[in-house]
């Protein structure tokens, strides 16, 4: 596996259910990221995670809980979501640092996510 | 708050140049990114200006001019591949990067 994995690709679910979206990345980096992309709007960060701890957290409502167990792995648990919600969820992950190539993000494929 | 502005859709011919245009008024400036993301796909990065000038990469360029807030991406000799959405970003901080909607560009035979 190399660069951004994300799972699961579709996701359809009720209002009521919970679930949890999945990100690995396999570059070593120390930055991830969860953005949300809706049609024809700008994509919207949502949360970062530095070295495991969370250092930007953009008004997201609660009913998006992320989780970041090391710095490989990146989760975002999802509760008693509404329709408005239904949107791509994009994880990417960067290294930070100093250089032109430093902070460049890499992105997974996303997360399609409908609610009923 | 960040604003960040670029045309919704382009159209050009295959072997022709275009150029999308990006205008920004940010809190604060630490680069910008273009990344390219075709449809169901995963965005990727195509080139980084933090400086004034132009960076060239290939067939794809990046201009930025700081103090006009501007910045463009020109593209060469374009290919049907090309058919893509084109998403202008400023990073005004440590992690923080702000995107435009991004420009949807249709390369015609």
């Known amino acids: 596996e190399t660069g951004v994995t994300q799972t699961p690709r579709h996701l359809v679910m009720g209002m009521t259910n919970k679930k949890s979206l999945k990100c690995e990345q396999h570059l070593g980096h120390n930055a991830m990221y969860w953005y949300k992309q809706s049609a024809k709007k700008p994509l919207e960060l949502m949360f970062v995670?530095?070295?495991?701890?969370?250092?930007e957290n953009n008004s997201v409502p609660s009913r998006f809980s992320p989780e970041c167990p090391n710095s490989s792995h990146l989760f975002l648990h999802l509760h008693t979501l509404q329709p408005e919600d239904s949107a791509l969820y994009l994880c990417a992950s960067s290294q930070s640092g100093e250089g032109s190539g430093a902070n460049v993000l890499t992105f997974g494929a996303g997360s399609r996510l409908t609610v009923l | 708050g960040q604003n960040i502005d670029q045309p919704t859709e382009m159209t050009a011919t295959e072997g022709a140049i275009v150029q999308i245009n990006c205008t920004y008024q940010t809190s604060g400036f630490n680069g910008l990114f273009w990344y390219q993301q075709h449809a169901g796909e995963a965005p990727t990065f195509l080139s980084y200006?933090?400086?004034?000038g132009l960076e060239e990469k290939g067939r794809f360029s990046s201009f930025l001019s700081r103090s006009k807030g501007y910045s463009y991406l020109l593209l060469k000799e374009l290919q049907m591949k090309d058919s893509a959405s084109y998403l202008c970003a400023v990073r005004d901080g440590d992690y923080k990067l702000s995107f435009g909607a991004g420009t949807t560009v249709t390369v015609r035979a």
């Open positions: 995670y530095s070295l495991e701890e969370r250092v």
């Open positions: 200006n933090v400086l004034d």
